[in-house]
């Protein structure tokens, strides 16, 4: 903040599709840096962030899970600031994103950037500040579960799912996180931004926040396709599922499906996007997750479970696909020993 002679506006936006705890968390935890501010990175006298909450309207909003957040500006008496936070929003059943709703925002929006500001999406929120354009040929993270509607409906925007925080476009006024509580992430990097790096590990020794370094791929749940409508590749789908440590997986699955290889491996990426080899290991490391998350066998013995014979092939599949070695993945996930609580135990392949 050095050099600043006021606090960094900041506009958190609320929407009757937001969720409300990173609306006031984000709200709260930049309101609060004040006191945790390390010396040489302040201005005395100045608190380093002003945020408020702005939405379509002042007032109530009734947020989408039925809980209220408090707005006190609309949009339309909003004309600077210097960062737009959009954060969480609800989305349908299905994952996919309903836009069009809130054209006043997104104008909004686009006008705050284009008048300097730097727009910030945490989570899905990035769906509807999407609608601005603003993202159209820059990089962007935000939930993994929003992945396969973003990318069908933004092809130009390029999509880093695995990564936590992206900064991007010019002058890095565009910066998105990804799932849930990355907004943590979003704002301890705001802080170091606008106000130094020793400010921002303050703030996360406080609050007990932590940097995401590796990223949020550990943390994506493989969801194959399955409505694409072709029912051999559907057939195949679901046999491995249930069989994935089999020798020679895609030969088998051909069978199942009665196509030959060949076959079965155009329509399987033509319908999943993926090769049949790609859909099995991501299938055996979805399995191995659950076995490392609630037992305690050894490396080798899961690698044997889940289908490879070489432990080492299977430690560099599982690094390459989360991120983390198997034992680092055990470390941060597996469920600790809690009073009257049970381990569940690992799914078996039939």
Same mark, same amino acid.
């Given at each position: 903040m050095s050099g600043r002679n006021r606090p960094v506006r900041v506009s958190v936006v609320a929407m009757p599709e937001a969720a409300v705890?990173?609306?006031? +968390?984000?709200?709260?935890?930049?309101?609060?840096? +004040?006191? $945790?501010?390390?010396?040489g990175e302040g201005d005395d006298g100045v608190d380093p962030f002003a945020p408020e909450v702005v939405g379509p309207s002042a007032g109530h909003v009734k947020a989408v899970t039925g809980l209220f957040a408090d707005v006190q500006r609309s949009v339309g008496d909003v004309d600077e600031t210097d960062v737009v936070i959009v954060p969480s929003m609800g989305l349908r059943p299905d994952g996919g994103w309903v836009p069009g709703r809130s054209p006043a925002v997104v104008d909004w929006i686009r006008r705050m950037h284009e008048g300097g500001a730097t727009v910030c999406s945490a989570c899905s929120g990035g769906l509807l500040a999407a609608e601005t354009g603003l993202y159209d040929g820059a990089e962007v993270t935000m939930h993994w579960s929003n992945e396969a509607w973003f990318r069908e409906h933004h092809p130009d925007v390029r999509v880093r799912m695995d990564e936590v925080l992206?900064?991007?476009?010019?002058? +890095?006024r565009l910066v998105t996180s990804g799932a849930a509580t990355a907004w943590h992430d979003l704002v301890l990097y705001l802080v170091a931004r606008y106000v130094g790096p !020793?400010?921002?590990?303050?703030?996360? /020794?406080?609050? $007990?926040?932590q940097w995401h370094h590796d990223g949020q791929a550990a943390f994506q749940v493989f969801e194959p396709p399955t409505g694409h409508g072709d029912s051999a590749v559907l057939? !195949?789908? /679901?046999?491995?599922?249930?069989?994935?440590?089999? !020798?020679r997986p895609v030969d088998e699955m051909a069978e199942r499906a009665g196509l030959t290889t060949r076959t #079965?491996? &155009? /329509?399987?990426?033509?319908?999943? +996007? #993926?090769?049949?080899?790609?859909?099995?290991? &991501? %299938?055996?490391?979805?399995? !191995?997750? /659950? &076995?490392?998350?609630?037992?305690?066998?050894?490396? =080798? =013995? %899961?690698?044997w479970a889940v289908g490879y014979e070489d432990p080492a092939a299977f430690r560099r599949l599982f690094k390459r696909t989360t991120g983390l070695t198997p034992g680092e993945y055990r470390r941060r996930f597996r469920l600790p020993a809690l009073p009257g609580v049970t381990q569940p135990e690992p799914e078996r392949s039939g």
């Open positions: 705890s990173p609306v006031t +968390g984000i709200f709260e935890t930049l309101a609060g840096v +004040g006191p $945790l501010v390390a010396e992206v900064v991007s476009g010019e002058g +890095g !020793a400010t921002a590990q303050s703030l996360a /020794r406080y609050h $007990l926040l057939t !195949a789908q /679901r046999w491995i599922e249930d069989n994935h440590p089999v !020798a #079965l491996t &155009r /329509r399987f990426r033509e319908a999943t +996007g #993926l090769s049949p080899i790609s859909y099995v290991q &991501r %299938i055996r490391v979805e399995a !191995a997750k /659950r &076995r490392l998350e609630t037992t305690r066998e050894p490396v =080798e =013995e %899961i690698s």
